[in-house]
């Protein structure tokens, strides 16, 4: 058709324009009589090959002979070497880029769990090997292959059992109707199941193929996608035009479907005519060379009946589009364009018809309810509420904390750690509400900061307060030593920064991410922040968080004979048998979560609202209530007396001036005759106050 439409329209002036045709009987041995049948007829170029082992076996043997062929219909990717292949070239794209449709069309509909189906031959595996590949982070490829009728069911059987909803089909149509029948035996047919296949079985999918050649219904195979390479702009006049002489040359009134490679093979011999008459034009005497036509096919660019033809490097067409088309049994025009790709998938929605009849994406899974911590459940209530009381009574606090902060038992317990101790309980429990509602990466990140650095800063503070006291008294002899509050923040600084170094490598190495897991069930899901730093920074955090804990327990135990108004260890060991106990809360619901995902959660908060309460309860309500509702015991306190004693330590004023007391009166503290110095040491301690 098209070298008749050449030479009809005087095309090349001078240049007789000839075609021989030649069928390589889609067999090896067919294209390599056809290959030394066209060498032996001296031709200048060759347009052929319908399949790419049928290109493979004629060009082993023409290569030498510098013939350009271009290719209608050869997709493999081997094809590209340059080295191997030197005169290959296609009008249709490679089947890497029909792989990357495929994946995106994945991606469109966010289809993450697809399966797929291929012959075991170089075309189909390939092209699905090229297509798992593409696929987009996160997705999964259930693969099954077959190399004959009799592999079939075992096949199948592999992606029944996978539960597969989306398959990605590259199958020969010797078995296709063995596979369709197949398929709905194993419920892979029909409402709820996706098949997309390779433009391949276009010629299979007619009314008259399905039902007399493959015995299918064609119901069953409704809203089938088809990738195929485009044939054409909608609309272009040159589209129109091979329409119009294909319908002509088939004797019909018209044809506008798609007719698999017939666009590909019209501009592939009017792209050897362009170049004649390109080289003809220039030089103005008749064409002879080879080699020159090759190159000057490589540089080409033009206009074709199936959009903007020209050739890489490697031969293959540049910017290739493809087409998806759409099967909806019944329908008069069967197969429908539905959507195209230029880069990205671009689909017409409303046109396409899924396997149940409407247009309704099928979903990759059946779909689980995703369980999460609202607000508006039980447990997301009783938490919230807890969350926001400890939160107000701890606002509460910091305002007392500032109205008092002149009361001589606030600074006998060191006024800015006690705000330390109450910042770390706070950022405690306010990591509760990034627990709630739909999981995001700031969350996890948000969560896992506030909650260790609360922790770290609490417990930090109360380790440094105790650790002055004992390097106090655990002198040899008592003399005067003054540490700080400067000095003693940055002990804190120093408790603190490992945990700060440990959350900045966790969130620099091992970012955050949120994945949607299953239960062990199956009856539910959870979204769940997924880091790689779980196995190797969470260990190592609580690790850290341990020794501290341990380090608090020693002191505890070191300070446990102090003078009552310096006693703070009972305390102090409280608060670490606290943190002992959330530990093994936590570690227990971090491996019974995946069974009750949304009780999991509301025990892991519900721990962390105990330790920073008791934490903060132990602390604050014994000191504001004496300040607030007793305030002449405050004033009235004395050291070692038998009625209301603190609990906290003094302030090193406090200390240095009981120190100096105790050396002036040659008094022995370790043996608790501590009465002798408690006048001296009042008036002391009220001057330093």
């Not at 997924?530 to 070191?558: C, E, H, N, Q, R």
Request: aromatic share 12%; with cysteine.
């Amino acid at each position: 058709m098209a070298v008749a439409e050449i030479r009809n329209s005087n095309f090349i002036p001078g240049v007789e324009f000839r075609s021989l045709y030649l069928s390589d009987g889609y067999s090896v041995r067919g294209a390599v009589s056809a290959a030394v049948t066209l060498a032996e007829q001296n031709v200048n170029a060759i347009v052929g090959g319908s399949a790419s082992f049928i290109a493979i076996a004629a060009l082993n043997y023409l290569s030498e002979f510098g013939m350009p062929y271009i290719s209608p219909a050869a997709t493999s990717d081997a094809l590209s070497d340059k080295e191997s292949f030197p005169t290959f070239m296609r009008t249709v794209g490679p089947d890497r880029i029909q792989a990357r449709v495929m994946a995106d069309l994945a991606s469109f509909y966010k289809w993450k769990k697809v399966c797929s189906i291929n012959f075991e031959a170089d075309y189909e595996s390939n092209l699905i090997t090229r297509f798992s590949n593409a696929l987009a982070e996160g997705a999964t490829l259930t693969r099954s292959t077959y190399t004959g009728a009799e592999d079939v069911p075992k096949s199948l059987e592999k992606l029944a059992k996978a539960k597969c909803k989306i398959i990605f089909a590259a199958i020969d149509y010797v078995n296709f109707g063995v596979i369709i029948n197949e398929a709905k035996k194993q419920g892979l047919l029909g409402a709820g199941v996706q098949w997309i296949i390779t433009d391949a079985l276009y010629s299979e999918f007619t009314v008259d193929r399905l039902v007399n050649t493959h015995k299918i219904t064609p119901s069953d195979v409704k809203g089938t996608l088809l990738v195929a390479p485009s044939q054409g702009p909608t609309g272009s006049p040159l589209l129109n035009n091979f329409f119009r002489l294909l319908a002509r040359e088939r004797g019909v009134n018209s044809t506008t479907t798609i007719d698999t490679y017939s666009t590909f093979v019209y501009d592939a011999i009017w792209g050897i005519a362009r170049a004649v008459k390109n080289m003809n034009t220039r030089r103005a005497l008749s064409f002879t060379n080879r080699t020159e036509l090759l190159q000057e096919l490589l540089g080409i660019t033009y206009e074709g009946a199936s959009g903007v033809v020209s050739f890489d490097e490697k031969g293959d067409r540049e910017n290739m589009p493809y087409s998806i088309f759409n099967w909806n049994a019944g329908s008069t025009d069967a197969f429908r364009a539905v959507g195209s790709w230029e880069g990205q998938i671009a689909m017409n929605q409303s046109s396409v018809v899924f396997s149940d009849g409407t247009s309704n994406a099928v979903l990759d899974s059946i779909p689980i309810p995703v369980e999460t911590l609202w607000f508006s459940t039980t447990i997301g209530g009783i938490v919230t509420a807890i969350t926001v009381v400890l939160l107000a009574l701890m606002i509460v606090t910091v305002i007392l904390l500032i109205i008092h902060r002149q009361n001589r038992l606030i600074i006998a317990s060191s006024p800015v750690f006690l705000g330390f101790i109450l910042g770390g309980c706070i950022l405690a429990i306010t990591s509760n509400f990034f627990w709630f509602g739909e999981p995001g990466v700031a969350k996890c990140y948000l969560r896992t900061w506030f909650g260790f650095l609360g922790f770290a800063l609490s417990t930090g503070s109360l380790l440094a307060k105790n650790g002055r006291l004992w390097y106090l008294f655990n002198q040899k002899a008592l003399r005067a030593v003054a540490i700080t509050n400067q000095q003693l923040a940055l002990y804190l600084f120093v408790i603190v920064c490992p945990q700060v170094i440990i959350l900045i490598l966790w969130s620099a190495i091992s970012p955050f991410q949120i994945q949607t897991v299953p239960n062990v069930t199956q009856t539910s899901s959870l979204r769940l922040c997924i880091s790689d730093g779980d196995k190797v920074f969470l260990p190592i955090s609580i690790a850290y968080m341990g020794l501290l804990f341990l380090t608090g327990a020693f002191m505890s135990f070191k300070t446990r004979k102090l003078p009552q108004i310096f006693r703070e260890s009972q305390w102090i060991a409280l608060i670490n048998y606290n943190y002992l106990f959330v530990a093994t809360i936590a570690i227990a619901v971090s491996y019974g979560i995946q069974t009750e995902p949304v009780i999991g959660i509301g025990i892991t908060t519900l721990a962390v609202l105990f330790a920073a309460g008791v934490n903060w309860a132990l602390i604050f309500i014994t000191k504001f209530y004496l300040i607030i509702f007793k305030p002449e015991a405050v004033s009235d306190m004395k050291i070692g007396s038998k009625g209301y004693k603190t609990t906290q330590v003094v302030s090193i004023n406090l200390i240095v001036c009981f120190c100096r007391e105790f050396l002036a009166k040659g008094t022995n503290w370790r043996s608790g005759t501590l009465v002798t110095a408690q006048a001296a040491t009042r008036s002391a301690a009220e001057a330093a106050i």
